[in-house]
């Protein structure tokens, strides 16, 4: 599973709701940060996130944490709302204007699914990564073979501490 959520190639495969995933650049060789749009069913608008994604493989436990931050080259895009991650996905806010009882009912629905989704990834994901061009290519694991962009820190902080939201769910209906 860790290697699943990690491996940008591989959730093409998987992830049927990723309309993009952009990695921005690492910050250590356990902090990286990305960006990622996702399709949301009508008639919720598409969410994207700028996430810092930290990791730690203590070899019996491993860890991922994600949570949103705020990147100079990526604002908020027409089309999508931007979502927060507080922490790791479970405690996020589509923001826009959902009420209460659509977000659950989404959430019950949607969540299940979701498991059973990385449950048949995980499963085809050795079989997978045998069969491409560098299937050691793991800098999650083996920071040396890290070729993405190195990025500071203050490149991810908000000079401005206020957020526009350019749309709601509302509009366009």
């Given at each position: 599973?860790f290697?699943?959520?990690?491996?940008?190639?591989y959730?093409?495969?998987?992830?049927?709701?990723?309309?993009?995933?952009?990695?921005?650049?690492?910050?250590?060789p356990?902090?990286?940060v990305?960006?990622?749009?996702?399709?949301c069913?009508?008639?919720?608008?598409?969410?994207?996130?700028?996430l810092?994604?930290?990791?730690?493989?203590?070899?019996?436990?491993?860890?991922?944490?994600?949570?949103?931050?705020?990147?100079?080259?990526?604002?908020?895009?027409?089309?999508?709302?931007?979502a927060?991650?507080?922490?790791?996905?479970?405690?996020?806010?589509?923001?826009?204007?959902?009420?209460?009882?659509?977000?659950?009912?989404?959430t019950?629905?949607?969540?299940p699914?979701?498991v059973?989704?990385?449950?048949?990834?995980?499963?085809?994901?050795?079989?997978?990564?045998?069969?491409?061009?560098?299937?050691?290519?793991?800098?999650?694991?083996?920071?040396?073979?890290?070729?993405?962009?190195?990025?500071?820190?203050?490149?991810?902080?908000?000079?401005?501490?206020t957020?526009?939201?350019?749309?709601?769910?509302e509009?366009?209906?």
């Amino acid at each position: 599973m860790f290697d699943v959520l990690h491996d940008p190639d591989y959730r093409k495969e998987w992830d049927e709701h990723m309309m993009a995933s952009i990695e921005i650049g690492f910050l250590n060789p356990n902090n990286d940060v990305g960006y990622y749009a996702l399709s949301c069913p009508a008639p919720v608008k598409n969410r994207d996130f700028v996430l810092q994604r930290s990791w730690l493989d203590m070899d019996e436990e491993k860890l991922i944490l994600n949570h949103s931050v705020n990147h100079k080259d990526y604002p908020a895009k027409k089309g999508y709302i931007r979502a927060i991650s507080y922490l790791t996905g479970f405690v996020t806010d589509p923001r826009g204007k959902l009420p209460p009882w659509l977000v659950n009912k989404v959430t019950q629905k949607f969540a299940p699914k979701v498991v059973k989704q990385l449950k048949r990834a995980a499963e085809g994901y050795e079989c997978w990564k045998r069969r491409q061009e560098n299937p050691l290519l793991k800098p999650w694991i083996y920071p040396e073979q890290m070729q993405g962009t190195k990025i500071s820190i203050m490149d991810c902080v908000d000079s401005d501490a206020t957020h526009i939201e350019l749309e709601t769910d509302e509009e366009n209906q």
